[in-house]
Structures are given as C-alpha cells and as structure tokens.
C-alpha cells in the first residue's frame, strides 16, 4: 500500500517555501510513489492542478485577508491554531502516514497528541528566535519525529539550543531545480519592460522586507554608479512591505538606473538576461533566487550572511561576496566585478553549477527523504 503524506503549508503571500512545497510534493510522487495531499488552507494553492496531487481545501480565503504587517500575522497565527479540529478531521478521513509541515509546524505536533501520525518539520528559512518562539518550539517541536533543514548550520543550531537528537535532524535541500526554469527563461520579457535590457542589467529577486536588505543593494548601487560612471540599470523584482520606503529612496538621490518591477510570475526571463544577480539579504536559507541564477549560468555577488550563503558561496571560486551591512564594499565589488575578464566570470559560473545546483534535483531529494522514514 502507498504511504500517504499529507502537506501543511499555510501561506498568505507567494514566497520561497510554495514552489518548494509543490517540488516536494511531485517528487515523492513521482519517485517514491507516495500519495501525496496538498492542504490549501488560505487558497495558496488554488492555481495549482496536478491529477497526481490531491488538494483539501479549507478556508481558501487569502484574498481577503492582507498579507503584511502585524495585522497579517494576528490573522495568520489566530485562524492557523483555530484550525486544528479541522485538520484533526482530515486526517481522521484520509489516514496519512505522515504530515510534512513547512510552516506552523507546531500545529501538527498538536495533532500528534490524538494521534499517531508522524510529523516531520522541515526547516523552511533561518530560524529567529525570541522568548516566545523558544517555549513554543520547546513544548511543541520536540514531539517531532525528524527535522529536516537546508543547511548544516541550522541543523547544529537546533542540536544546540534545544538538545533535539542529531539523528533526527537530516540536512536536504529543497528541490527547486528542474527543466521548467531553462523553459520559463525563455519567454519573452513584457513590452514596458524591453526598454531596460537595451543596457546591462543587474537583477535582485525577493520579497520586499527587512531580510532582503534591498536599501543596502541600492545605496551600494548609486556609490558604484556615481565612482564608475557605468551605464547600467539595477531591476529589483518583488513586492511588500519595504516598497514606500525604497521607492522613497531612488527618488530623493535621483537613480534613474533602479527600477522596481514589482512582483513577477515569471522571474526567470528577466534573471537569465542579466548581466549580474545580487543577494543583500540579512539572511538566507539557503537562498532559493541563489540556486535558480547558479542553474541559468548568471554570476552572483551575495552578502556574507548566515546560513545558506555562509555554507556554499565561496568569494572568487563560484561566486562573489561582499561585507554585509557595508555598501561600500558592495560597491566596491560590483568595480570588481565590471573589471573582471570572461575567463574568470565563466570559470566562477561553472563551479557554481557543477557542484551546487546538482543537490537541489526532485531526485536527489526524493532519495534522500527516503532514508529518513522509518
């Protein structure tokens, strides 16, 4: 008989973890032969369609609910733990073998106390904790069967803060990869948008937050323009809550060369005609937008955050870094970068895709999860 596993993902905004979520769930599909259940509880995943996958739909009601801001997360928080009678139900109907929680993942601990289903918490970004969130991980996260995290770093964190067994704790990586990205590259970018790529272009991907640091991308943008003299334009794709203030920014120090494209469904288009993709962030795990530019052969410069970065970019091997929290030096890097002969960019591309983007395969992380179950 096939395992069942259910997916617990509550999402109001479209971030990093839903394309993880669906890679993961079409890759023990396909390759374990797991029946898998998506939970779509805000209706994060109503345009989603596979025949494969089953969704269970809950609330579906994201439209409604506003997705930054304090506000956000008293709704989030608040409906997610109201939910619990309702998820006890499902998996009542549906028999799963095992919940796969991405995020909230203390709500299918809960469960594990009326049950006996297997929870598996897979670590989806650098976790932060305050007072708050170490009581509720210390009640709650221990009850879980097996971790899984995107980097050896948080795994030793989480050994450390909360004494979790490191056999229960097993690093893979999300499986963002796939032929999809190559395909999507590939389309043809929007007609207000054509005019920028007539010059070089640097790119940045990601939500408008704290974490992404784009303030710092564009104060270390304008130093580089103002010393070089470059002709290049900087385009920053996404939306939130940072908008104002960025938009604020450009237009008090005049950088006609920053653009902020807000949020696009096909990034990729714009990110494989670059010239250059730049990670600011405060931190990452381990940088989804990181992996996707190493697959499109795009050269990075990224800011030397924990954790992901700190594992796997190495500064002039296969990528670039600069000193976060100095745009100096980040404008001091793009120089570099500019100066630079193609041998060098080349050789710095193929050591990013040969020897990181293979492990972020729906193979490899199907094979992988496979060794974790009991």
Request: proline share 4%.
């Amino acid at each position: 008989m096939k395992k069942k596993i259910f997916f617990w993902s509550p999402m109001l905004s479209h971030v990093g973890t839903y394309q993880a979520v669906i890679s993961m769930s079409e890759a023990l599909n396909k390759f374990n032969q797991y029946q898998v259940f998506l939970i779509n509880v805000f209706g994060e995943f109503d345009e989603y369609e596979n025949p494969n996958i089953e969704k269970i739909n809950l609330l579906r009601i994201k439209k409604y609910i506003p997705n930054k801001g304090n506000i956000s997360k008293l709704f989030y928080y608040s409906i997610t733990f109201a939910l619990i009678p309702i998820l006890y139900y499902w998996v009542k109907k549906k028999k799963p073998d095992i919940i796969i929680a991405n995020l909230v993942g203390y709500i299918p601990n809960i469960l594990k106390i009326f049950t006996n289903i297997k929870v598996i918490n897979s670590i989806q970004g650098f976790p932060r904790f305050n007072l708050f969130r170490k009581i509720i991980w210390k009640i709650f996260y221990s009850n879980s069967d097996h971790f899984i995290t995107m980097s050896s770093l948080t795994k030793e964190m989480l050994i450390e803060n909360f004494d979790f067994p490191k056999e229960k704790i097993t690093k893979i990586d999300n499986p963002i990869i796939s032929k999809k990205i190559i395909k999507y590259s590939k389309d043809e970018i929007e007609n207000e948008d054509q005019l920028i790529f007539k010059k070089d272009v640097f790119c940045s991907i990601g939500r408008l937050t704290r974490q992404k640091n784009f303030i710092e991308l564009i104060k270390g943008f304008n130093m580089f323009l103002k010393k070089t003299k470059k002709d290049i334009n900087l385009i920053i794709i996404g939306d939130g809550e940072k908008k104002r203030e960025l938009t604020k920014y450009i237009e008090e120090n005049n950088i006609s060369n920053c653009y902020l494209l807000g949020f696009k469904a096909n990034p990729f288009k714009y990110l494989r005609k670059s010239k250059l993709f730049i990670s600011t962030s405060l931190w990452e795990e381990p940088g989804h937008t990181l992996i996707e530019a190493g697959f499109l052969n795009v050269p990075i410069i990224s800011s030397c955050c924990p954790n992901g970065p700190k594992e796997f970019i190495k500064d002039n091997i296969n990528s670039y870094k600069y000193e976060l929290g100095s745009s100096k030096n980040l404008a001091e890097k793009l120089e570099k970068f500019c100066m630079e002969d193609e041998k060098k960019i080349l050789n710095v591309k193929v050591n990013f895709k040969k020897k990181i983007v293979k492990e972020f395969t729906k193979f490899r992380f199907s094979k992988k999860f496979k060794n974790i179950l009991i």
